[in-house]
């Protein structure tokens, strides 16, 4: 069973920068899609970043382009959130979720087979 651990979340200004973390243990980490979603009180799930499992390729939504970065270090079973310019329309619980039967990027939270127990991040104004 593939178990995803989430961390780094907190309490920062607007502007500033935050990085998440997600270990993954109990699969082979290496071969799978990676993602991250982020959910807001009274919103749904909705799709921030994927990284393919080489991490060759990546994808961000419009709304984090050119803020987040999703990077993934496959020797240490890690997949990172570099979040910078943080607004407070990013306050959200953020997850981390993993594919592990695609060989490319998938964006619906419905592709992923494993999810972790959310981190928050609040950003004030």
């Known amino acids: 069973q593939v178990q995803l651990v989430e961390s780094g979340g907190g309490l920062v200004q607007a502007g500033d920068s935050l990085r998440l973390s997600c270990a993954a243990s109990?699969?082979?980490?290496?071969?799978?899609?990676m993602g991250w979603f982020r959910q807001a009180p009274g919103k749904e799930r909705e799709f921030v970043a994927a990284?393919?499992?080489?991490?060759?390729?990546?994808y961000s939504a419009p709304s984090v382009k050119g803020r987040f970065t999703i990077s993934r270090d496959n020797a240490k079973n890690t997949v990172y959130l570099q979040m910078n310019s943080l607004k407070p329309e990013d306050t959200a619980v953020y997850y981390c979720?993993?594919?592990?039967?695609?060989?490319?990027?998938?964006?619906?939270?419905?592709?992923?087979?494993?999810w972790g127990q959310g981190t928050q991040v609040t950003v004030s104004s």
């Open positions: 990284i393919s499992w080489s991490g060759g390729t990546t």
């Open positions: 109990g699969g082979t980490f290496s071969t799978y899609t």
């Open positions: 979720a993993a594919n592990p039967i695609a060989n490319t990027i998938v964006v619906l939270t419905t592709s992923y087979h494993y």
